[in-house]
């Protein structure tokens, strides 16, 4: 198993930006599936899940209404759209499989950095 993020990247406050996961060896929609985020000098936090039934969860009161998960299965792919960001986004993104994240195997993630 393999995952890769990108369109992450440095932006001022209240922009967007997408950000986009592909996997080898997973098949989105049918593991739940997450986006995580750590800031420096923070632990690990679960931002968003798309469960196995497809109900979308976000977790941080801070990022709701502002971030929503997706997943396109024709081409196995799981995206975050993040609006109005904020400096306290500011961090390194992960995609993951929940099981996967349990095991602790992480991919490179993908950078946000939002200045105010």
């Known amino acids: 198993v393999q995952v890769v993020e990108s369109g992450g990247g440095s932006v001022q406050a209240g922009a967007s930006l997408r950000l986009s996961c592909t996997a080898s060896?997973?098949?989105?929609?049918?593991?739940?599936m997450g986006w995580y985020r750590q800031a420096p000098g923070k632990q690990r936090e679960l931002v968003s899940q798309?469960?196995?039934?497809?109900?979308?969860?976000i977790y941080p009161p801070s990022v709701n209404g502002r971030f929503t998960v997706s997943v396109d299965k024709g081409k196995n792919m799981m995206f975050l759209q993040m609006n109005n960001l904020k400096p306290d986004d500011t961090a390194m993104y992960y995609c993951?499989?929940?099981?996967?994240?349990?095991?602790?195997?992480w991919g490179q993630g993908t950078q946000v950095t939002v200045s105010s």
């Open positions: 993951n499989p929940l099981f996967r994240a349990s095991l602790g195997y």
């Open positions: 060896g997973i098949t989105f929609g049918l593991d739940p």
């Open positions: 798309i469960t196995a039934d497809n109900r979308t969860i």
